[in-house]
């Protein structure tokens, strides 16, 4: 008798899932074959961290995807289309109008990015491959002016990607030898940068901000923007903001198709098992930013694709335990790491426990060039071990 897995996504989740899985229990079509099918709508799939390099030049837009069919082979099977409905207690996802009952269910469809107050009509989304490149050809015409980075809600994923935009512009602003003409400045409605890893980080993130000249405002929550203007609400009241170049972050929501379904909890997202990443219905799991987790603090666990790459060999390796017969004994310990592009060729680098008591117990490493390269070497060995 066969055993059919069913993973929704093939982003970092999806794919570390599905590899993993296969590695432990694909068996060539023996006599209990297992059958791993990955669905995705997406055609090219984009490695995000590489999205902030395309933004300031560093890449090239076909350097940063690959084709989501390569995902495909060596026992995994992929389907490309919207996935149009999904039923939990059945273990059934319709996709292309066609429905796949599977016996185990791994939902790893990540956020649905929309975008609100027509931040689209007035600057560029860098969490998108369109985006990152928009604003890559409006840097190269540049000739001065003020530059807004804008988180415009929360929560958001990968939460240094803003304040690695920030610092990679003006970077890329003083190489060409405009920083003089030019004023940057990072609006978002935090705290502190990435709070959820305590003051240290998030003084050390704001120091970094302040001696490239960046101008940081935290607890800025949008409410109107314009042409060449951003509305606030702050501590202070309401205060207008103006600009010459837009790059924001989308709000980020839980997708539609999950909505509809049973999974949802009161915090709008999945709300699984933190250590195995089990939703309330049985052999249903659901891994990486479509989740959400509580952490001891009261604040949620940030949306992260570290987070997501261990929660992925966790479920994988427990659901070959359950095919197998043997009892789970894989659990995610809110571990997590991650780098924090500075330009000039330097990174920073933060880890730690996110599921410390009482608080999460993060340290960052003195930045260097070495950090830079690591996540360079990252990037590669993604693409030649996925792809």
Request: charged residues 20%; aromatic residues 10%; proline residues 5%.
């Amino acid at each position: 008798m066969s055993t059919t897995i069913l993973v929704l996504g093939a982003g970092t989740g999806g794919i570390i899932t599905a590899r993993e899985l296969c590695k432990k229990v694909c068996n060539d079509g023996e006599i209990n074959p297992v059958r791993i099918i990955v669905f995705e709508k997406e055609k090219k799939n984009v490695f995000a961290p590489s999205l902030l390099w395309l933004m300031v030049g560093k890449r090239k837009p076909e350097q940063v995807y690959r084709n989501t069919s390569k995902v495909a082979g060596n026992g995994v099977e992929v389907v490309l289309g919207e996935i149009e409905k999904v039923n939990p207690q059945e273990k059934i996802v319709t996709v292309n109008g066609k429905e796949y009952k599977g016996d185990y269910m791994v939902i790893s469809l990540g956020v649905e990015q929309v975008t609100e107050h027509d931040l689209d009509k007035y600057g560029y989304d860098f969490y998108t491959l369109n985006g990152a490149t928009g604003i890559n050809e409006q840097l190269k015409n540049f000739k001065g002016g003020r530059i807004a980075v804008l988180i415009s809600s929360l929560p958001f994923k990968c939460p240094a990607a803003p304040y690695e935009a920030a610092m990679l512009i003006e970077s890329f602003i003083r190489k060409k030898g405009l920083s003089n003409k030019t004023e940057i400045s990072l609006y978002t409605p935090e705290p502190a940068p990435m709070p959820v890893a305590g003051k240290d980080l998030g003084n050390a993130v704001t120091t970094m901000l302040r001696e490239k000249g960046i101008n940081y405002f935290p607890q800025h929550q949008l409410t109107v923007a314009a042409e060449n203007t951003l509305t606030f609400i702050s501590t202070g009241g309401s205060n207008v903001a103006e600009f010459d170049l837009l790059a924001y972050t989308p709000k980020h929501q839980c997708p539609k198709v999950i909505k509809e379904t049973a999974l949802i909890g009161k915090s709008g997202w999945i709300e699984v098992d933190r250590n195995t990443m089990e939703t309330n219905f049985q052999d249903v799991y659901a891994i990486g930013d479509i989740t959400f987790i509580s952490l001891e603090m009261g604040k949620p666990l940030p949306k992260a694709g570290v987070f997501t790459h261990y929660q992925a060999e966790v479920v994988a390796h427990n659901i070959a335990k359950k095919i197998e017969g043997k009892i789970p004994d894989k659990t995610f310990d809110g571990k997590g790491q991650c780098f924090l592009e500075m330009g000039s060729g330097k990174a920073g680098y933060a880890g730690g426990n996110f599921y410390g008591s009482p608080l999460p117990l993060v340290k960052m490493k003195t930045p260097g060039y070495k950090w830079h390269w690591a996540k360079v070497l990252f990037e590669k060995y993604w693409f030649f071990k996925y792809f």
